[in-house]
């Protein structure tokens, strides 16, 4: 029987290469926006929409999205 370490490690190494995945396939959209013009994905627009979230609350958005950018970065 595996441990718990054992599938916390397995669980979190699927769920890692979910991630990967998203984000090389987010890179795809944005390289097809950028050939073929914005709108044809929609990613450019969820992108902004996204950091627009951050930002529309002043200060404390752009804390928040610094922080999460910080945390993202240190994966």
């Known amino acids: 029987m595996a441990s ?3 599938t916390f490690s397995t669980v979190g190494g699927w769920f890692g290469d979910f991630v ?4 090389s396939l987010a890179m795809v959209f944005l390289v ?6 914005v709108g044809t994905t929609g990613i450019v627009d969820n992108v902004a929409d ?3 979230a951050f930002t529309d609350n002043g ?3 752009l804390i928040a999205f610094v ?3 910080s945390i993202w970065g240190n994966k």
Do not use: I, N, R, Y
């Open 4 to 6: 718990l370490k054992d």
């Open 50 to 52: 996204l950091v627009g």
């Open 20 to 23: 990967s995945l998203g984000l």
């Open 67 to 69: 922080v999460f950018m």
């Open 32 to 37: 097809v926006d950028a050939l073929f013009g």
């Open 59 to 61: 200060l404390t958005g």
